[in-house]
Nanobody, 117 residues
Framework: QVQVAESGGGLVQAGGSLSLSCAAS????????MDWFRQTPGKEREFVAR???????TYIDSVKGRFTISRDSAKNTWYLQMNSLKPDDPAVYYC???????????WGQGTQVTVSS
């Protein structure tokens, strides 16, 4: 089993930056990719970014050039650096690891990102 825990959310002004963290524990050697998602009230959870173990990055169009996903393998921690935050970005952000065999880990509690105008 792998567990993930998100942190780093907060309140930031539009145009500002935040760095979210996703700490993984357990059988972390089974992780083949890490995804970040976000969700706002009344909407479905939205895929934001992915980093595979091989280093391939994927981003949704609305965050390309502004968000960067990375990892510190020694710490089993993934990051989502969010720059130039916009009024469309506020949400609860979640990470989820993709494991060998293609399954996802259970969702963490998420971390709230709020952007003030």
């Amino acid at each position: 089993q792998v567990q993930v825990a998100e942190s780093g959310g907060g309140l930031v002004q539009a145009g500002g930056s935040l760095s979210l963290s996703c700490a993984a524990s357990g059988r972390t050697f089974t992780i083949i990719a890490m995804d970040w998602f976000r969700q706002t009230p009344g909407k479905e959870r939205e895929f934001v970014a992915r980093l595979t173990w091989g280093g391939d990055h994927t981003y949704i169009d609305s965050v390309k050039g502004r968000f960067t996903i990375s990892r510190d393998s020694a710490k089993n921690t993934w990051y989502l650096q969010m720059n130039s935050l916009k009024p469309d970005d506020p949400a609860v952000y979640y990470c989820a690891a993709i494991l060998e065999g293609g399954s996802y880990t259970s969702w963490g509690q998420g971390t709230q990102v709020t952007v003030s105008s």
